[in-house]
């Protein structure tokens, strides 16, 4: 089938949107204490989650109009029912050039070979710590092992790359961890990047005194290595910085202390269908109802233009009187 073109999607501001990331679940299977309560959360219905089919329809009408980048994430997207279906939709859609996923690796040994297969070329493993005992502290699970042999199977699959590996740096745990991940990117060939901790707690705990800042990681780092600065990916959150003898890079992630809201080009989908035009929205857009209700393509384009056209300029972390969105990481999708 010829691919459609719609004019381009561009917010109020002029930026144009080419990525969004698509929650395919609220669920997960692991219970980390910056993100939700040991007793989990109070779980979606199954037919409130948007089915397989519709989440392709709205990629490809996202992608006639220029985002070509889709992300699938959680709560923890492998513990959805035959995922591999999902990216086998979304890679046949022509406009999809770039289709990745974000997973904690928990399940990644056991059905990597079948994503990559159906057209999976990116993935990123949350993984905080490398000492197991550490590891069980933060997640609440002994499951370091599974991560790493996740980590393992997917590296076996050259079509995957890069591989990157997300550690959720948090004061008073992380410091202890910082030089265990410089090592492990010197020695394995993944990309490990450092994210500031944001406000996206279900405990709505969060405080500027809970943030290591990037600046301090790579402090701790450049007490053992020399870095030596590689820019800013395109698009891109990451500054990435090389150690200087050749061997592994670092990248840090910095929202809370250098956010990079000037030329964000993202906008979120939640498993129940509501669109997000940043982490910290205070408002959505339901998709799901005209999805459901019948509506053309054309009038769902009109519903996310309408929305994105009124997409937040930056975020209000750490400033005054800045709320904290009802919804956690896991129910908004990383």
Not at 26 to 52: H, I, K, V
Not at 105 to 126: E, H, I, P, T
């Amino acid at each position: 089938m010829r691919h459609a073109t719609r004019e381009p999607l561009i917010d109020g501001h002029g930026r144009p949107i080419g990525d969004v990331r698509i929650s395919v679940t609220d669920r997960c299977n692991f219970r980390c204490t910056y993100c939700m309560p040991a007793e989990g959360l109070p779980w979606l219905q199954r037919e409130s989650l948007l089915s397989y089919e519709e989440i392709a329809r709205l990629v490809r009408i996202l992608s006639e109009m220029g985002v070509h980048d889709v992300r699938l994430t959680g709560g923890e997207p492998l513990v959805r029912k035959e995922l591999w279906r999902l990216v086998e939709a979304l890679s046949a859609i022509e406009g999809v050039h770039d289709l990745s996923l974000t997973t904690n690796g928990f399940l990644l040994d056991k059905q990597v070979a079948g994503l990559v297969g159906a057209g999976l070329r990116r993935v990123n493993v949350s993984l905080d710590a490398l000492a197991a005992d550490r590891f069980f502290q933060l997640t609440r699970r002994d499951a370091l092992h599974r991560v790493l042999a996740g980590l393992e199977a997917a590296q076996a699959h050259p079509e995957l790359r890069p591989i990157k590996v997300n550690a959720v740096a948090l004061r008073g745990f992380t410091e202890d961890e910082v030089l265990r991940f410089a090592r492990f990117a010197r020695e394995e060939p993944y990309e490990i990047r450092f994210i500031e901790f944001m406000p996206l707690d279900a405990d709505q705990e969060w405080n500027m005194e809970k943030v290591l800042p990037s600046a301090e990681i790579k402090a701790i780092i450049e007490t053992e290595y020399e870095l030596v600065p590689l820019g800013r990916e395109r698009h891109g959150t990451s500054r990435r910085y090389a150690f200087a003898d050749g061997k592994g890079e670092i990248g840090f992630i910095s929202p809370v202390t250098e956010p990079f809201c000037g030329d964000c080009n993202r906008i979120r989908l939640t498993a129940e269908g509501m669109l997000r035009t940043c982490l910290f929205s205070m408002n959505e857009t339901d998709l799901r109802a005209p999805l459901r209700s019948g509506a053309s393509d054309a009038e769902v384009e009109q519903i996310v233009r309408d929305a994105v056209w009124r997409k937040e300029l930056k975020h209000h972390v750490g400033e005054p009187g800045f709320i904290q969105p009802e919804r956690s990481m896991s129910r908004i999708g990383g």
